[in-house]
């Protein structure tokens, strides 16, 4: 299977590419054109240490006829490389957020759509077997009936990114979410934020977001930076019978780190990484997944807008 990794500006792109390498199916196409000026070797040094082409230009990429592709480009270039790829009928993962609107999210699925493309979010956390089973659980009914959600992801603030802790982290909050009731669409939002991580002249650094469901569940996310990580995401789904939570990353160990003068986190559970791409690239063979997909992507990025003017009005926010 002929599987290309389309750009280095993204901090898991590296990850990606080895992962891809290390499995026997796999065929693997390193490209990173649009470098950035001072760093134009990062995609041509791992191609090297790999022993795999590269591309210099994405038509090559597209004469390579890909079978699939992972999208780790800045996110301002995702939209462009998600439909080229799409179109050439290469199955597509994108890293989050796919874009910072919704008109360029809805354009991206619907050119996977008429492409007969699957477009799969990187959303490892939805992958855990753990969440597998929190996912039955609450369908059979354990919790009874599902009244709030609480949800934390904490991480460290990313360097150039394009919007700050809400576009960054909520997208991962909110897949889970979706995926537990099942595509269910969002009614209202309200958010809260601040940039004092920021020192008061960057994006925002500190974000609370309250999601009201038609069915009257209420999702409550804590998707703010930290300066250490702090791990997650996490999600606590409580009902009118009992609760029940998830952490994709969960702490082992916790204490003092005499060498580094801060907390020392231990993060336990498997890596997800993988068996995310492995039902990815299944995906080229099914056509189906059980990931998330293009309408969570666009369901999420419509409950993000919503909660950036709900930040700037200071208001709730209806979802159409």
Request: with cysteine; glycine share 10%; net charge negative.
């Amino acid at each position: 299977m002929k599987v290309a990794v389309l750009s280095f500006a993204h901090e898991r792109a590296d990850a990606y590419a080895r992962l891809l390498h290390d499995m026997p199916d796999v065929e693997l196409l390193l490209a990173d054109p649009d470098g950035a000026p001072d760093d134009q070797v990062r995609g041509r040094t791992v191609a090297r240490q790999l022993g795999v082409p590269y591309a210099s230009d994405w038509n090559e990429v597209l004469e390579w006829l890909p079978n699939a592709v992972v999208v780790t480009s800045e996110v301002g270039r995702r939209r462009e490389l998600v439909e080229r790829m799409a179109e050439a009928e290469a199955f597509v993962l994108c890293e989050q957020p796919l874009a910072l609107s919704e008109s360029d999210v809805k354009e991206m699925v619907d050119v996977c759509d008429m492409a007969g493309v699957r477009l799969t979010l990187a959303s490892p956390a939805c992958y855990s077997e753990a969440f597998a089973a929190v996912r039955r659980g609450i369908a059979d009914g354990v919790v009874g009936t599902l009244t709030t959600i609480h949800g934390t992801y904490h991480t460290p603030p990313v360097a150039g990114a394009a919007g700050g802790a809400l576009a960054a982290n909520a997208p991962y909050l909110l897949d889970l979410v979706d995926m537990v009731l099942d595509g269910e669409p969002a009614e209202r939002v309200y958010a809260q934020a601040n940039d004092v991580l920021g020192g008061g002249q960057g994006p925002e650094s500190a974000v609370v977001v309250t999601v009201s469901y038609r069915s009257g569940t209420v999702a409550s996310l804590d998707c703010s930076w930290s300066p250490s990580a702090a791990g997650g995401p996490a999600l606590t789904f409580i009902g009118d019978k009992a609760s029940v939570e998830y952490d994709a990353v969960p702490q082992l160990l916790g204490g003092f780190d005499a060498a580094t003068g801060g907390d020392r986190r231990e993060p336990g559970g498997e890596d997800l990484y993988p068996l995310m791409l492995r039902e990815f690239l299944d995906t080229f063979e099914t056509g189906k997944g059980t990931g998330p997909d293009g309408q969570v992507g666009l369901r999420t990025q419509r409950i993000i807008q919503a909660a950036y003017e709900s930040v700037r009005t200071g208001q709730p926010v209806d979802i159409g």
